[in-house]
Protein backbone atom coordinates (compact mmCIF):
# COMPACT_ATOMS: atom_id res chain seq x y z
CA UNK A 1 0.00 0.00 0.00
CA UNK A 2 3.26 2.41 0.35
CA UNK A 3 5.67 1.09 -2.12
CA UNK A 4 8.17 4.36 -2.37
CA UNK A 5 9.02 7.08 -0.67
CA UNK A 6 11.56 8.96 0.93
CA UNK A 7 13.45 8.34 4.21
CA UNK A 8 15.74 10.50 6.49
CA UNK A 9 18.03 8.65 8.75
CA UNK A 10 19.48 11.25 10.77
CA UNK A 11 23.63 11.28 11.46
CA UNK A 12 23.33 8.07 8.36
CA UNK A 13 26.00 9.29 6.77
CA UNK A 14 30.07 8.95 6.93
CA UNK A 15 30.43 12.81 7.66
CA UNK A 16 27.53 12.30 10.02
CA UNK A 17 25.37 14.57 8.20
CA UNK A 18 21.48 13.27 7.93
CA UNK A 19 21.21 10.42 5.05
CA UNK A 20 18.32 10.41 2.43
CA UNK A 21 16.75 7.31 1.28
CA UNK A 22 14.66 7.00 -1.42
CA UNK A 23 12.66 4.04 -1.13
CA UNK A 24 11.49 1.51 -4.20
CA UNK A 25 9.72 -1.75 -3.01
CA UNK A 26 8.21 -4.19 -5.87
CA UNK A 27 6.83 -7.27 -4.58
CA UNK A 28 6.58 -11.01 -5.99
CA UNK A 29 3.29 -12.11 -7.26
CA UNK A 30 1.69 -14.16 -4.59
CA UNK A 31 1.78 -18.18 -5.53
CA UNK A 32 -0.84 -20.21 -4.81
CA UNK A 33 -2.44 -23.17 -6.13
CA UNK A 34 -5.75 -25.63 -5.71
CA UNK A 35 -6.01 -28.96 -5.02
CA UNK A 36 -9.45 -30.51 -6.41
CA UNK A 37 -9.83 -33.98 -6.71
CA UNK A 38 -12.58 -36.54 -6.64
CA UNK A 39 -11.66 -39.44 -3.80
CA UNK A 40 -13.44 -42.61 -3.35
CA UNK A 41 -15.55 -43.08 -0.10
CA UNK A 42 -13.49 -43.44 2.67
CA UNK A 43 -10.29 -42.35 0.88
CA UNK A 44 -7.89 -39.33 2.00
CA UNK A 45 -5.37 -37.27 1.48
CA UNK A 46 -2.66 -35.13 3.46
CA UNK A 47 -1.18 -31.90 2.52
CA UNK A 48 0.80 -30.05 4.76
CA UNK A 49 0.71 -32.67 7.30
CA UNK A 50 -3.52 -32.39 7.76
CA UNK A 51 -5.73 -34.84 7.13
CA UNK A 52 -8.39 -34.41 4.28
CA UNK A 53 -11.08 -36.29 4.23
CA UNK A 54 -14.83 -36.74 3.89
CA UNK A 55 -15.02 -34.72 7.44
CA UNK A 56 -13.16 -32.39 5.96
CA UNK A 57 -13.30 -31.79 2.51
CA UNK A 58 -11.69 -28.16 2.55
CA UNK A 59 -9.02 -26.21 3.70
CA UNK A 60 -5.84 -23.83 3.42
CA UNK A 61 -2.41 -24.39 3.87
CA UNK A 62 0.29 -21.76 3.92
CA UNK A 63 3.78 -23.86 2.99
CA UNK A 64 6.53 -20.97 4.43
CA UNK A 65 8.93 -20.17 1.71
CA UNK A 66 8.10 -22.18 -0.59
CA UNK A 67 8.52 -20.28 -3.73
CA UNK A 68 11.47 -19.18 -5.66
CA UNK A 69 11.41 -16.15 -4.57
CA UNK A 70 11.42 -17.60 -1.26
CA UNK A 71 7.66 -15.92 -0.01
CA UNK A 72 5.09 -18.46 0.97
CA UNK A 73 2.69 -20.47 -0.96
CA UNK A 74 -0.53 -20.73 -0.46
CA UNK A 75 -2.08 -23.99 -1.30
CA UNK A 76 -6.74 -24.53 -1.38
CA UNK A 77 -7.77 -27.24 -1.04
CA UNK A 78 -11.14 -28.36 -2.25
CA UNK A 79 -12.26 -32.11 -2.16
CA UNK A 80 -15.46 -34.11 -3.58
CA UNK A 81 -16.06 -38.04 -3.00
CA UNK A 82 -17.56 -40.38 -5.29
CA UNK A 83 -21.21 -41.85 -4.25
CA UNK A 84 -20.87 -44.87 -2.28
CA UNK A 85 -21.42 -48.33 -5.24
CA UNK A 86 -23.85 -50.45 -2.70
CA UNK A 87 -25.39 -53.23 -4.36
CA UNK A 88 -27.47 -56.48 -3.23
CA UNK A 89 -26.60 -60.02 -4.39
CA UNK A 90 -29.88 -62.71 -3.54
CA UNK A 91 -29.84 -66.30 -4.53
CA UNK A 92 -31.98 -69.22 -4.22
CA UNK A 93 -28.79 -72.51 -4.23
CA UNK A 94 -29.71 -75.84 -3.19
CA UNK A 95 -29.35 -77.49 0.05
CA UNK A 96 -25.50 -78.51 0.95
CA UNK A 97 -24.26 -75.88 -2.08
CA UNK A 98 -22.14 -73.13 -1.89
CA UNK A 99 -20.34 -69.81 -3.36
CA UNK A 100 -17.46 -67.71 -3.62
CA UNK A 101 -17.87 -64.17 -3.41
CA UNK A 102 -15.36 -61.85 -2.95
CA UNK A 103 -12.92 -64.30 -1.59
CA UNK A 104 -15.66 -65.43 1.20
CA UNK A 105 -17.37 -68.62 1.29
CA UNK A 106 -20.99 -68.63 1.64
CA UNK A 107 -23.28 -71.65 2.68
CA UNK A 108 -25.70 -72.86 5.00
CA UNK A 109 -24.08 -72.13 8.22
CA UNK A 110 -22.98 -68.09 6.54
CA UNK A 111 -25.90 -67.36 4.35
CA UNK A 112 -25.39 -63.45 4.94
CA UNK A 113 -22.66 -61.07 4.84
CA UNK A 114 -21.31 -57.75 3.10
CA UNK A 115 -18.24 -58.26 0.56
CA UNK A 116 -16.15 -55.48 -1.15
CA UNK A 117 -14.98 -56.11 -4.25
CA UNK A 118 -11.75 -53.39 -4.94
CA UNK A 119 -11.95 -51.24 -7.94
CA UNK A 120 -15.45 -52.62 -8.98
CA UNK A 121 -17.41 -50.14 -9.24
CA UNK A 122 -18.00 -48.22 -12.99
CA UNK A 123 -15.36 -45.13 -11.14
CA UNK A 124 -13.07 -47.01 -10.01
CA UNK A 125 -14.01 -47.13 -6.57
CA UNK A 126 -14.50 -50.18 -4.54
CA UNK A 127 -17.70 -51.60 -4.66
CA UNK A 128 -19.52 -53.38 -1.57
CA UNK A 129 -22.19 -56.07 -2.12
CA UNK A 130 -25.08 -57.28 0.48
CA UNK A 131 -25.12 -61.18 0.19
CA UNK A 132 -28.58 -62.89 1.01
CA UNK A 133 -28.73 -66.36 0.06
CA UNK A 134 -31.61 -68.72 0.85
CA UNK A 135 -31.63 -72.52 0.37
CA UNK A 136 -34.26 -75.06 -0.99
CA UNK A 137 -34.43 -78.21 1.19
CA UNK A 138 -33.10 -81.51 -0.25
CA UNK A 139 -36.57 -83.25 -2.02
CA UNK A 140 -36.99 -86.57 -0.09
CA UNK A 141 -39.33 -89.54 -1.47
CA UNK A 142 -39.94 -92.86 -0.04
CA UNK A 143 -40.07 -95.90 -2.62
CA UNK A 144 -42.22 -98.53 -0.88
CA UNK A 145 -43.13 -101.81 -2.53
CA UNK A 146 -44.63 -105.53 -1.92
CA UNK A 147 -42.20 -107.48 -4.41
CA UNK A 148 -42.70 -111.71 -4.91
CA UNK A 149 -40.08 -113.86 -3.13
CA UNK A 150 -38.01 -114.11 -6.18
CA UNK A 151 -38.18 -110.48 -8.06
CA UNK A 152 -36.37 -107.47 -7.93
CA UNK A 153 -36.06 -103.83 -7.96
CA UNK A 154 -33.31 -101.34 -9.99
CA UNK A 155 -33.24 -98.25 -8.45
CA UNK A 156 -30.13 -95.67 -9.71
CA UNK A 157 -28.37 -98.60 -11.12
CA UNK A 158 -28.20 -100.80 -7.57
CA UNK A 159 -30.17 -103.98 -7.48
CA UNK A 160 -32.56 -104.17 -4.48
CA UNK A 161 -34.06 -107.32 -3.86
CA UNK A 162 -34.46 -110.27 -0.35
CA UNK A 163 -31.35 -109.77 0.25
CA UNK A 164 -30.97 -105.99 0.08
CA UNK A 165 -34.38 -104.33 0.60
CA UNK A 166 -33.68 -101.27 2.18
CA UNK A 167 -31.25 -98.16 1.26
CA UNK A 168 -31.14 -94.51 -0.04
CA UNK A 169 -29.93 -93.54 -3.63
CA UNK A 170 -29.24 -89.93 -4.47
CA UNK A 171 -30.47 -88.41 -8.02
CA UNK A 172 -28.49 -85.50 -8.93
CA UNK A 173 -29.98 -82.40 -10.07
CA UNK A 174 -33.27 -84.58 -10.49
CA UNK A 175 -35.65 -82.18 -8.71
CA UNK A 176 -37.30 -78.82 -11.25
CA UNK A 177 -35.27 -76.38 -9.53
CA UNK A 178 -32.53 -78.65 -10.28
CA UNK A 179 -31.39 -79.74 -6.64
CA UNK A 180 -30.60 -83.22 -5.87
CA UNK A 181 -33.30 -85.70 -5.14
CA UNK A 182 -33.19 -88.72 -2.15
CA UNK A 183 -35.18 -91.68 -2.85
CA UNK A 184 -35.53 -94.26 0.65
CA UNK A 185 -36.15 -97.30 -0.67
CA UNK A 186 -38.08 -99.86 1.70
CA UNK A 187 -39.57 -103.60 0.21
CA UNK A 188 -41.34 -106.29 1.82
CA UNK A 189 -42.33 -109.75 0.41
CA UNK A 190 -45.08 -111.65 -0.14
CA UNK A 191 -44.81 -115.11 1.91
CA UNK A 192 -44.22 -117.93 -0.12
CA UNK A 193 -47.18 -119.43 -1.35
CA UNK A 194 -46.72 -123.11 -0.79
CA UNK A 195 -48.72 -126.15 -1.26
CA UNK A 196 -48.99 -130.08 -1.46
CA UNK A 197 -50.52 -132.36 -3.32
CA UNK A 198 -50.96 -135.75 -1.55
CA UNK A 199 -52.59 -138.49 -3.64
CA UNK A 200 -53.09 -142.20 -4.32
CA UNK A 201 -52.61 -144.09 -7.51
CA UNK A 202 -52.79 -147.61 -8.63
CA UNK A 203 -50.09 -149.05 -10.50
CA UNK A 204 -49.35 -147.71 -13.88
CA UNK A 205 -50.77 -144.59 -13.00
CA UNK A 206 -49.57 -141.01 -13.23
CA UNK A 207 -50.40 -137.02 -12.86
CA UNK A 208 -48.82 -134.44 -14.80
CA UNK A 209 -48.08 -131.07 -12.33
CA UNK A 210 -46.54 -128.04 -13.94
CA UNK A 211 -46.06 -130.31 -16.99
CA UNK A 212 -44.01 -132.73 -15.32
CA UNK A 213 -44.74 -136.22 -14.70
CA UNK A 214 -45.19 -138.26 -10.99
CA UNK A 215 -45.61 -141.97 -10.87
CA UNK A 216 -43.97 -145.01 -9.14
CA UNK A 217 -40.56 -144.19 -10.24
CA UNK A 218 -41.11 -140.52 -9.59
CA UNK A 219 -43.47 -140.37 -6.88
CA UNK A 220 -42.13 -136.61 -4.96
CA UNK A 221 -40.59 -133.37 -6.11
CA UNK A 222 -41.66 -129.80 -6.01
CA UNK A 223 -42.99 -127.45 -8.48
CA UNK A 224 -42.67 -123.72 -8.60
CA UNK A 225 -45.89 -122.49 -10.89
CA UNK A 226 -45.48 -119.03 -11.98
Known amino acids: SRPTGTARIANGATNGCDSIVQ ?20 ESIQVNGTTYDEARSSGTEVFPAATKSGCDSTVFIDLSFHPAANGTF ?10 QLGGVVFDQSNPNGTIVLPNASVNGCDSSVQVQLSFDALVTNVLQATLCQDEQLIVNGRTYNQSNPTGSELFKAATANGCDSLVQINLSFYPAAAGILQQALCEGEFVLVNGQRYDESRPTGTERLA
Request: aromatic content about 4%; some cysteine; glycine content about 6%.
Open 23 to 42: VQLSFATTVSSNVQQTLCPG
Open 90 to 99: TSTLCEGASI
